[in-house]
């Protein structure tokens, strides 16, 4: 049984010996490694600032940095990164070598006054105001180039303008470029048209498309497809006038009628075929318990007026 235990102890002795070695080696590693200090630019460690160091401005220049003229890239507008070099040091180097983030700074191009990418003071400070965001200017609506004009052109009618309701008409039509098959277009409809000359057609207007006022296109189409459309004028329908008067009574005697009406605020008493007023414009034509037909003898229309009593 002790035979058996004696080549144990010796086995955990060796272990027990490589580990304190183990454990040695990194404390003396460490301890070597935290007394190393960063190299300066005044010089080795402890001793006094150099000559090649700093200036007493505290400027530093190329010649202390170790860094040459070819260190730039004349071509490149971007910020360089400018870097100390380990050689420009005297003396012996140590394991750890720390750069000063001062001497990792990029070139500022844009504080250069002149430069391309130069940026003014009051707009650096603008970058750091949280409100100063960036508004996108107002939409435009981009200018649509004008269609081309059409092929054809009409430039006027005769007559420019009539009293609805009353008869038709011949309607000249004047413009340039007309076509033998040319047709006349009144408020987007066709009506019969006789060709002139290039220059002037003839379009028939029936007594049932001047019953409405208002106001009407012109256009000329044709069906050869280089002269199909046409510029547009303006015709206008205007409503008739009516009689001014005001029916209020109606008298019946010896199988006589007459009508009561007010004219400019006097009570006049009328009868079938009298004439209202001295012109002669607006003559009775019928009198009942409903209403009153007055004629347009200039329009040769007929207007009735409704039958209001005392109102």
Do not use: C
């Not at 505290?58 to 971007?78: C, E, M, P, T």
């Not at 400070?125 to 269609?147: I, L, S």
């Amino acid at each position: 049984m002790a035979k058996s235990q004696a080549p144990k102890k010796s086995q955990n002795a060796r272990y027990i010996f490589f580990g304190v070695l183990a454990l040695v080696f990194i404390g003396t590693l460490y301890f070597e490694l935290s007394d190393s200090e960063p190299v300066t630019l005044a010089g080795k460690k402890g001793s006094p600032a150099a000559t090649s160091g700093p200036a007493a401005d505290g400027r530093v220049k190329n010649s202390d940095l170790g860094i040459k003229k070819d260190a730039f890239d004349k071509g490149n507008d971007q910020p360089a990164m400018v870097k100390a070099s380990a050689t420009s040091q005297s003396g012996p180097k140590t394991a750890a070598q720390v750069f000063s983030p001062e001497i990792l700074q990029p070139l500022r191009l844009d504080l250069v006054k002149g430069h391309e990418n130069y940026v003014r003071n009051e707009d650096r400070m603008a970058r750091g105001n949280v409100f100063n965001y960036w508004v996108p200017p107002p939409y435009v609506e981009p200018v649509k180039p004008p269609p081309p004009p059409p092929p054809v052109t009409v430039s006027g009618v005769q007559p420019q303008n009539v009293y609805a309701r009353t008869g038709g008409f011949n309607m000249k039509v004047y413009g340039l470029k007309f076509q033998a098959d040319s047709q006349v277009m009144v408020g987007g409809m066709p009506f019969k048209t006789k060709f002139v000359t290039d220059k002037e057609l003839e379009v028939e207007i029936p007594t049932v498309a001047l019953q409405v006022p208002g106001d009407r296109d012109i256009s000329v189409v044709s069906k050869n497809p280089d002269f199909k459309d046409s510029s547009k004028v303006r015709f206008t329908i205007t409503a008739p006038p009516t009689p001014p008067y005001k029916y209020v009574g109606m008298v019946v005697t010896s199988g006589e009628t007459v009508g009561v009406i007010i004219v400019d605020g006097d009570v006049k008493n009328v009868r079938i075929n009298d004439k209202v007023e001295k012109n002669g414009r607006w003559v009775v034509k019928a009198i009942n318990n409903q209403r009153m037909e007055f004629e347009d003898t200039q329009l040769r229309l007929l207007h009735a007026i409704p039958f209001t009593g005392n109102q």
